[in-house]
Antibody, heavy 120, light 112 residues
Framework: QVQLVQSGAEVKKPGSSVKVSCKAS????????ISWVRQAPGQGLEWMGR????????NYAQKFQGRVTITADKSTSTAYMELSSLRSEDTAVYYC?????????????WGQGTLVTVSS | QSALTQPASVSGSPGQSITISCTGT?????????VSWYQQHPGKAPKLMIY???NRPSGVSNRFSGSKSGNTASLTISGLQAEDEADYYC????????????FGTGTKVTVL
């Protein structure tokens, strides 16, 4: 059974960075894509970007270009999402989700979510 | 790139059928058969319910079905049950240069 387990909640100051991890088990990590999706309080889902670990290639939503970095460590089946220059609007639950590498592929397994709170 | 448009809320009585629409453009919903639907209960992660317009993952009830016509995709829930009360989001591949996926605005389904 595929499982994605994310790191715990974070509280950050404006202007700082946060790095969230997503450890996969029960599947073939490298050959899938790992997307990061966030959800602000009471709001909808927003795709941030994704990585295909076997290729080491990451794609980002233009909205987050320059502020987000998605990486993957194949040796530990773990993906990471780092968001910099944090502002209050980045307060949200951040999810990792797995899907086949083709564009538009469904996200069939999701992590439990990581709450990131940005507050002075 | 704007979010796909969904009705804010849809309601129905137990046993009834409801349909949620998801309207996009020819650059996303209308241009590709890569529409997915997700169910999200409060405080939980989304769950994939439909993929590639009309396919159900293993384990998802056949009360859930998907379709598409032009730039609008639809999710139908038949035989509505109390546990179907949740938020539902559509998503689509997009040919936009600014992102790969676009999500819908979300629909709150209430079972009366």
């Amino acid at each position: 059974q595929v499982q994605l387990v994310q790191s715990g909640a974070e509280v950050k100051k404006p202007g700082s960075s946060v790095k969230v991890s997503c450890k996969a088990s029960g599947g073939t990590f490298s050959s899938y894509a790992i997307s990061w999706v966030r959800q602000a309080p009471g709001q909808g889902l927003e795709w941030m970007g994704r990585i295909i670990p076997i290729l080491g290639i990451a794609n980002y939503a233009q909205k987050f270009q320059g502020r987000v970095t998605i990486t993957a460590d194949k040796s530990t089946s773990t993906a990471y999402m780092e968001l910099s220059s944090l502002r209050s609007e980045d307060t949200a639950v951040y999810y990792c989700a797995r899907g086949p590498p083709r564009g538009g592929s469904p996200l069939d397994y999701w992590g439990q979510g990581t709450l990131v709170t940005v507050s002075s | 790139q704007s979010a796909l448009t969904q009705p804010a809320s849809v309601s129905g009585s137990p046993g009834q059928s409801i349909t949620i629409s998801c309207t996009g453009t020819s650059s996303d919903v209308g241009g590709y058969n890569y529409v997915s639907w997700y169910q999200q209960h409060p405080g939980k992660a989304p769950k994939l319910m439909i993929y590639d317009v009309s396919n159900r993952p293993s384990g998802v009830s056949n009360r859930f079905s998907g379709s598409k016509s032009g730039n609008t995709a639809s999710l139908t829930i038949s035989g509505l049950q109390a546990e179907d009360e949740a938020d539902y989001y559509c998503s689509s591949y997009t040919s936009s240069s600014t992102l790969l996926y676009v999500f819908g605005t979300g629909t709150k389904v209430t079972v009366l």
